[in-house]
Nanobody, 123 residues
């Protein structure tokens, strides 16, 4: 059974760090590009970051570039999002998501999503 299990959310002060893990199982994790997507309160989904299956290439939204880092440990079947210099506008539910195709082309979209974890940035 395919699973994407998320943890690591919670309250963080502005400027602080937080790491979000996403533990994957039930599929060939190392063959698929992965994404982080977030949804702020009352807002729509916003794509945050993407990483190729091998971890060699990453992409980031302008809003998080130089502050967030996506990474993966294929030996542990785990995806990570490292949040640094957190800002109040980063408050959102963060989802990890698997891409539909093992080709590293993003056009097929994301077919499986974690349940999300809430990150609240506030003093």
């Amino acid at each position: 059974q395919l699973q994407l299990v998320q943890s690591g959310g919670g309250l963080v002060q502005p400027g602080g760090p937080l790491r979000l893990p996403c533990a994957a199982s039930g599929f060939a994790f190392s063959s698929y590009a992965m994404n982080w997507v977030r949804q702020a309160p009352g807002k729509g989904l916003e794509w945050v970051s993407r990483i190729y299956s091998g971890g060699n290439i990453t992409m980031d939204a302008d809003s998080v570039r130089d502050r967030f880092t996506i990474s993966r440990d294929n030996a542990k079947n785990t995806l990570y999002l490292q949040i640094n210099d957190a800002k109040p506008e980063d408050t959102a539910v963060y989802y990890c998501a698997k891409e539909r195709s093992p080709t590293n082309w993003e056009g097929y979209g994301m077919d499986y999503w974690g349940k999300g974890t809430l990150v609240t940035v506030s003093s």
